[in-house]
T-cell receptor
Framework: GAVVSQHPSWVICKSGTSVKIECRSLDFQATTMFWYRQFPKQSLMLMAT?????????EQGVEKDKFLINHASLTLSTLTVTSAHPEDSSFYIC????????????FGAGTRLSVL | QKEVEQDPGPLSVPEGAIVSLNCTYS??????FMWYRQYSRKGPELLMYTYSSGNKEDGRFTAQVDKSSKYISLFIRDSQPSDSATYLC????????????FGSGTQLTVLP
């Protein structure tokens, strides 16, 4: 159990366009979802924490208007990268809490974003 | 000083070796401890979690926590090439799922 699905797995877009990434908890209700960014050979960098029905809490240095997070239901959170630029190219990973073991975060497979 | 320190490696071992991966931490408020495995270009996969000092075994994996020394370890017995990945330790607080603090990850290669 505790499966988190993330789509798309890879997206290529032109500079200036917006990209939406979906994160779904398939077999549990995720009270809290997290969005991370990961650069090659580096650890996870937390971008924001979202609770269902409330505004996301962004980490220091993360632009709220650039990275829009919506957590409209207990099974779905979305991250929209607005007006993407090449420097936004990265690996984005979501995680969800509230699954099989209450205190644990379960991760999606990640989304590779390439902005041309 | 980082809250969680983890040797980044890389670590290369021959197939069948016993692997020891370690993290130290400074925040005594951490109450639960996890190990995640991350293959290249994939999301982290939960391997082990524990809430107390001592050992927890699951197949070829053993997680060890020493709260008095603020030290956790993951042992992999009879390592296989398929174990080649980056291993991340993570720590958190009790209650509902809250922010975790991750180590920087150790890159492991098991050579056939």
């Amino acid at each position: 159990g505790a499966v988190v699905s993330q789509h798309p797995s890879w997206v290529i877009c032109k500079s200036g366009t917006s990209v939406k990434i979906e994160c779904r908890s398939l077999d549990f209700q995720a009270t809290t979802m997290f969005w991370y960014r990961q650069f090659p050979k580096q650890s996870l960098m937390l971008m924001a924490t979202s609770n269902e029905g409330s505004k996301a809490t962004y980490e220091q240095g993360v632009e709220k208007d650039k990275f829009l997070i919506n957590h409209a239901s207990l099974t779905l959170s979305t991250l929209t990268v607005t007006s993407a630029h090449p420097e936004d190219s990265s690996f984005y990973i979501c995680s969800a809490g509230g699954g099989g073991v209450k205190n644990i975060q379960y991760f999606g497979a990640g989304t590779r974003l390439s902005v041309l | 000083q980082k809250e969680v320190e983890q040797d980044p490696g890389p670590l290369s071992v021959p197939e069948g070796a016993i692997v020891s991966l370690n993290c130290t931490y400074s925040n005594s408020a951490f109450q639960y401890f996890m190990w995640y495995r991350q293959y290249s270009r994939k999301g982290p996969e939960l391997l082990m979690y524990t809430y107390s000092s001592g050992n927890k075994e699951d197949g070829r994996f053993t997680a060890q926590v020493d709260k008095s020394s603020k030290y956790i370890s993951l042992f992999i017995r009879d390592s296989q090439p398929s174990d080649s990945a980056t291993y991340l330790c993570a720590m958190g607080y009790s209650g509902s799922a809250r922010q975790l603090t991750f180590g920087s990850g150790t890159q492991l290669t098991v050579l056939p």
